[in-house]
């Protein structure tokens, strides 16, 4: 078990992206419904510091998707510190979709793609089945529900990093099924701390080792209702 060190110079050298990014999500929180977390320092550690979490588990120039991204996390703040990744925001909210377009356009993130759809129609086309070095998922969905959703995404060899609170082996557990199934194993779970005493996370780590039957997901909302 690695634990995750989060450094938070790594925010500060890039203050003026971030100050950009809160700025605009309270601007435009009451139109979307963005996020309830709207003091400063909460949001800069509960929302930026958290998503960077994820950042070095992600390969140089790695093409990533974040599904359900709704604000843009965790992906636009990994964006902000790594330039070198192509990232693309997956969230079926028309307006969340809007808000993420305008965000993109706002920091000048050119590497950095918005697509509105759902995840589990997304995963059936070409254009995105299994093409991902790696896909992240946070404050989404239950670990079995987001696997069957997430995994037909990633490339083999590639990665899913699902953002998880501290307590997670119940989760871990009911997972087997839809691993064996969809063609996943667990690489790692790592911890980390944020600070101001905001609690403990875990960052689950799923490595891709085969190809997703073409039958997953499902659809019509049974990777919810009915996990694997």
Known sequence: MKFVDIKSEVIEKHKKEFD???DFLMT????????GITEKEDVFIKHFEDSLAGAEFLPQCASVLDVGSGAGFPGIPLAIVRRDLSVFLLDGNGKKCRFLSSCVEMLNLSGVKVVCGRAEEAASEDFHRERYDAVLSRAVAPLPSLLELCLPFVKIGGVFLSYKGKCVREEIEASSSALTLLGGKIAGVHPYVLDGG???RSLVVIEKISPTPSKYPRGRGLERKKPL
């Open 28 to 35: 435009e929180n009451s139109k979307y419904n963005l996020t």
């Open 198 to 200: 905001f609690g403990e």
């Open 20 to 22: 950009e990014y809160y």
